[in-house]
Antibody
């Protein structure tokens, strides 16, 4: 079965950096686009970033463009989110999610999430 | 990248039907078939309930159905059950190759 396991969350100071990882299993990782989605405490879902199946195209929400970078290593079945210049409003649970297609369309499976807290 | 518009809350009694709307623009909901609906319980990850406007994934009850008219998509839950009480989110692909979610709707089963 599809499994997505995020790691790398934690507490970081404003202006700091953090890298999230997502280990994928139970499907052919290299044939699916992947997303990151976040949810601030008590708030709704916010789409963050998308990477195509082969890493050839990346797309970002305006709120993170220029600060976050999505990448993948298909040889390790792992998705990454490099976050820099972190702000208090980046505090959220970050979900790794699978797209059913090679290019971005929608999300069919979600990980359990990892909490990122930006605080001094 | 404005969020799609959903009602903040809806409610219904067991056995009744409810509909949650999701309004976007021709650059997202109205322009593409990639409209999905997710169910989320507190503290849990979202779960896909409807994809491509009206298709149900395997294992999702046929009490859940989706539709779209113009720039507005809808999720209907018939025969409401206590276990349906949760938050529901719509999402859409957009013309700038991004995703966008609705603000979420809290469903209360009275």
């Amino acid at each position: 079965q599809v499994q997505l396991v995020e790691s790398g969350g934690g507490v970081v100071q404003p202006g700091g950096s953090l890298r999230l990882s997502c280990a994928a299993s139970g499907f052919t990782f290299s044939t699916h686009a992947m997303h990151w989605v976040r949810q601030a405490p008590g708030k709704g879902l916010e789409w963050v970033a998308l990477i195509w199946y082969d890493g050839s195209n990346n797309y970002y929400a305006d709120s993170v463009k220029g600060r976050f970078a999505i990448s993948r290593d298909n040889s390790k079945n792992t998705l990454y989110l490099q976050m820099s210049s972190l702000r208090a409003d980046d505090t959220a649970v970050y979900y790794c999610a699978r797209d059913p297609h090679m290019a971005g369309t929608t999300i069919d499976y979600w990980g359990q999430g990892t909490l990122v807290s930006v605080s001094s | 990248q404005s969020a799609l518009t959903q009602p903040a809350s809806v409610s219904g009694s067991p056995g009744q039907s409810i509909t949650i709307s999701c309004t976007g623009t021709s650059s997202d909901v109205g322009g593409y078939k990639y409209v999905s609906w997710y169910q989320q319980y507190p503290g849990k990850a979202p779960k896909l309930m409807i994809y491509e406007v009206s298709y149900r994934p395997s294992g999702v009850s046929n009490r859940f159905s989706g539709s779209k008219s113009g720039n507005t998509a809808s999720l209907t839950i018939s025969g409401l059950q206590a276990e349906d009480e949760a938050d529901y989110y719509c999402s859409s692909y957009t013309s700038v190759n991004t995703g966008v979610f609705g603000g979420g709707t809290r469903l209360t089963v009275l």
